[in-house]
């Protein structure tokens, strides 16, 4: 793999399977030494096996993204072990209840805003200083959810509408200190997660799994769905210096699902 992101120190939260494991991975092929957030030690420690075993650096920090100590922390020990941080990826997200917005408890819409909305804000006003120093970047993981006005998807499109609105306006606020403040938006993504929701959605209505994903791949111009691996390496060019010149925008991986036509 090209080495985009040599020498660079990232930050990513939300470490997990599917897009978390892919944009690890793939950052370390790229050049890069990487800071690992999530809740889960024994999750962050096999990433690191992943990442080391490309020959880079890795400094597990087993965080709780929605605690301000615990953000502080993180800064702390990205910057003691690194000394500076290049990029910011907030990857974390958290899911309300799916059912119409008018229903839902405001408990549940709270609690995914404070991952998805509050998290992100707070960890890129607590690194700013270093990325701005590093001429750096943050990455949004954002979705296509925006786009759906489905009922169902409506708690969901709250928090992430919001993260958009945010994106742009830290842009907005960092961009005369030298930091590109960018989002990326997937729709569905082939991975562990979504391919066990597509049996269940099979076996709820007597289809093969084939026949939802083709259900699913067909809104696209490529018939398809993208995989995290095609996320993590859009996602990470924005991180690249080949991005030096973009901020403020938002980047659907999507297979060309949304676009206007």
């Given at each position: 793999?090209?080495?985009?992101?040599?020498?660079?120190?990232?930050?990513?939260?939300?470490?997990?399977?599917?897009?978390g494991?892919?944009?690890?991975?793939?950052?370390?092929?790229?050049?890069?030494?990487?800071?690992?957030?999530?809740?889960?030690?024994?999750?962050?420690?096999?990433?690191?096996?992943?990442?080391?075993?490309?020959?880079?650096?890795?400094?597990?920090?087993?965080?709780?993204?929605?605690?301000?100590?615990?953000?502080q922390?993180?800064?702390?020990?990205?910057?003691?072990?690194f000394?500076?941080?290049?990029?910011?990826?907030?990857?974390?997200?958290?899911?309300?209840?799916?059912?119409?917005?008018?229903?839902?408890?405001?408990?549940?819409?709270?609690?995914?805003?404070?991952?998805?909305?509050?998290?992100?804000?707070?960890?890129?006003?607590?690194?700013?200083?270093?990325?701005?120093?590093?001429?750096?970047?943050?990455?949004?993981?954002?979705?296509?959810?925006?786009?759906?006005?489905?009922?169902?998807?409506?708690?969901?499109?709250?928090?992430?509408?919001?993260?958009?609105?945010?994106?742009?306006?830290?842009?907005?606020?960092?961009?005369?200190?030298?930091?590109?403040?960018?989002?990326?938006?997937?729709?569905?993504?082939?991975?562990?997660?979504?391919?066990a929701?597509?049996?269940?959605?099979?076996?709820?209505?007597?289809?093969?799994h084939?026949?939802?994903?083709?259900?699913?791949?067909?809104?696209?111009?490529?018939?398809?769905?993208?995989?995290?691996e095609?996320?993590?390496?859009?996602?990470?060019?924005?991180?690249?210096?080949?991005?030096?010149?973009?901020?403020?925008?938002?980047?659907?991986?999507?297979?060309?699902?949304?676009?206007?036509?």
């Amino acid at each position: 793999m090209i080495p985009l992101l040599q020498d660079k120190v990232i930050v990513l939260s939300g470490v997990g399977p599917g897009l978390g494991r892919s944009l690890g991975e793939a950052a370390a092929m790229m050049g890069a030494d990487l800071v690992l957030v999530s809740r889960t030690e024994k999750r962050l420690e096999k990433m690191a096996e992943v990442v080391r075993s490309h020959g880079r650096r890795a400094l597990v920090c087993p965080t709780d993204i929605t605690d301000e100590d615990s953000r502080q922390r993180l800064v702390e020990a990205t910057l003691a072990e690194f000394g500076k941080v290049d990029c910011l990826i907030n990857n974390a997200f958290g899911i309300p209840p799916m059912d119409p917005i008018s229903t839902l408890e405001l408990e549940g819409l709270r609690a995914a805003n404070e991952t998805n909305v509050f998290a992100p804000l707070r960890l890129s006003a607590l690194f700013a200083d270093a990325l701005a120093e590093a001429k750096g970047s943050i990455i949004m993981l954002n979705s296509c959810v925006v786009y759906s006005s489905q009922p169902e998807y409506s708690g969901y499109k709250l928090s992430k509408g919001t993260l958009q609105h945010l994106a742009s306006s830290l842009a907005t606020e960092l961009g005369p200190r030298g930091i590109r403040v960018n989002s990326v938006a997937p729709s569905y993504i082939y991975e562990d997660v979504n391919k066990a929701y597509f049996d269940w959605l099979a076996s709820e209505s007597g289809r093969t799994h084939e026949e939802v994903y083709a259900e699913k791949a067909e809104p696209t111009d490529l018939k398809r769905l993208a995989s995290p691996e095609e996320v993590a390496q859009a996602a990470l060019f924005l991180a690249s210096d080949l991005a030096s010149a973009v901020t403020g925008q938002m980047l659907n991986v999507d297979c060309g699902e949304f676009h206007a036509r």
